[in-house]
């Protein structure tokens, strides 16, 4: 099947979570390659990202979000919602689906689970930031939390950089998730996950940390900050604000998604730096599109490095679109939808529709 025959027959396609893995949404090479080309596309002015959240209450992360992108032939729509009470019900702290739109006709393509696309998506972040932003020498990773968006990075990781790697610890709330997460994630990568209930003392034998947690709380203490390290930061208000103003002094460096949605965003430590006024604009060093793209250079030394994801909804539309693409290709999922228009739609007569 071909994307005409969905415009010509009036259908859409619905793709399941189960469909998308089938269409080889887990092959984390590939996700890491499409938001890599993502980057440089959103550097290179050739997408669109747009952003819309209403916050209903911030303590719990309770939000409703449209995310909006366009690339290449598609442009796409993920709608969110967030609720950290979630977990109590057994269900994720973030649920979404992702809607693809041709993007010449404007009509929906493809429906598909968007949850699952959204966290390796993010993971992708990880792998690349520790490519290009890195210690050059094989580094020490330390997660600060054991959830879906630390298990995606480690798995994208595993996947692209893991020569890079030397050693992998975990910090989390509960002794008990440190352990499960260290076991599954030693499974699923083959590679040696140690639990590390001293936040401090990781932080300290750490060459790369990743925050990604939906604490609000400024977890990390810049005097434990391994000096030459990179910090890749998910989440909100995990870190001392003085840690993000020391790396806005060069030789260190402040490098971001998209600076602009970020400080717009205004929900990270590096944005609640900013507003405060304790970093400026010229602080930043850039983003990470910049420095995948060339136009910017990235480690160059034992500096500080400073990277903060605020997430941009066309890698979404990017890396669907590859995994709708294959699914069309292969015949998957299950089409949705009425081949022939109501009359009030066509302005026709047709008994059959009523």
């Given at each position: 099947?071909?994307?005409?025959?969905?415009?010509?027959?009036?259908?859409?396609?619905?793709?399941?979570?189960?469909?998308?893995?089938?269409?080889?949404?887990?092959?984390?090479?590939?996700?890491?390659?499409?938001?890599r080309q993502g980057l440089c596309m959103h550097q290179q002015k050739k997408t669109v990202s747009e952003k819309l959240a209403l916050d209903f209450d911030v303590d719990k992360d309770w939000k409703v979000s449209a995310l909006v992108g366009?690339?290449?032939?598609?442009?796409?729509?993920?709608?969110?919602?967030?609720?950290?009470?979630?977990?109590?019900?057994?269900?994720?702290?973030?649920?979404?689906i992702i809607a693809l739109n041709d993007r010449a006709t404007g009509k929906v393509l493809c429906i598909m689970d968007g949850t699952l696309i959204s966290a390796l998506r993010t993971g992708a972040y990880a792998a690349l930031a520790i490519e290009v932003l890195g210690p050059p020498s094989p580094a020490s990773v330390g997660f600060v939390g054991a959830g879906v968006i630390a298990r995606c990075a480690l798995l994208c990781i595993a996947a692209?950089?893991?020569?890079?790697?030397?050693?992998?610890?975990?910090?989390?709330?509960?002794?008990?998730e440190e352990v499960q997460f260290s076991r599954l994630m030693?499974?699923?990568?083959?590679?040696?996950?140690?639990?590390?209930?001293?936040?401090?003392?990781?932080?300290?034998?750490?060459?790369?940390?990743?925050?990604?947690?939906?604490?609000?709380?400024p977890l990390i203490k810049f005097a434990d900050v391994r000096p030459g390290s990179l910090h890749i930061h998910f989440g909100g208000w995990e870190d001392e604000k003085a840690y993000v103003a020391a790396c806005a002094h060069a030789p260190n460096k402040v490098i971001c998604d998209d600076i602009e949605m970020v400080l717009h965003r205004n929900t990270q430590t590096v944005a609640m730096a900013y507003h405060e006024g304790l970093i400026h604009r010229e602080g930043f060093h850039g983003d990470l599109g910049e420095v995948l793209c060339g136009e910017k250079p990235g480690r160059e030394a034992g500096e500080l490095i400073y990277f903060n994801a605020v997430g941009l909804p066309v890698l979404d539309v990017a890396v669907a679109s590859r995994l709708f693409e294959k699914?069309?290709?292969?015949?998957?999922?299950?089409?949705?939808?009425?081949?022939?228009?109501?009359?009030?739609?066509?302005?026709?007569t047709q008994p059959a529709n009523g």
């Open positions: 099947m071909e994307v005409k025959d969905l415009l010509l027959g009036k259908r859409i396609l619905f793709l399941s979570q189960d469909d998308l893995i089938a269409a080889g949404l887990l092959d984390c090479e590939a996700v890491v390659e499409q938001v366009v690339i290449g032939s598609y442009a796409g729509i993920k709608w969110l919602g967030a609720n950290k009470d979630n977990h109590a019900l057994g269900l994720p702290r973030s649920n979404s692209t950089v893991r020569d890079r790697v030397n050693r992998v610890l975990v910090h989390a709330l509960k002794r008990e030693e499974e699923k990568t083959g590679l040696a996950v140690e639990p590390a209930t001293d936040l401090g003392e990781m932080v300290r034998a750490s060459d790369v940390t990743i925050s990604a947690t939906t604490v609000m709380a699914a069309l290709s292969e015949d998957m999922g299950m089409l949705l939808g009425s081949r022939t228009a109501h009359w009030i739609l066509s302005g026709n």
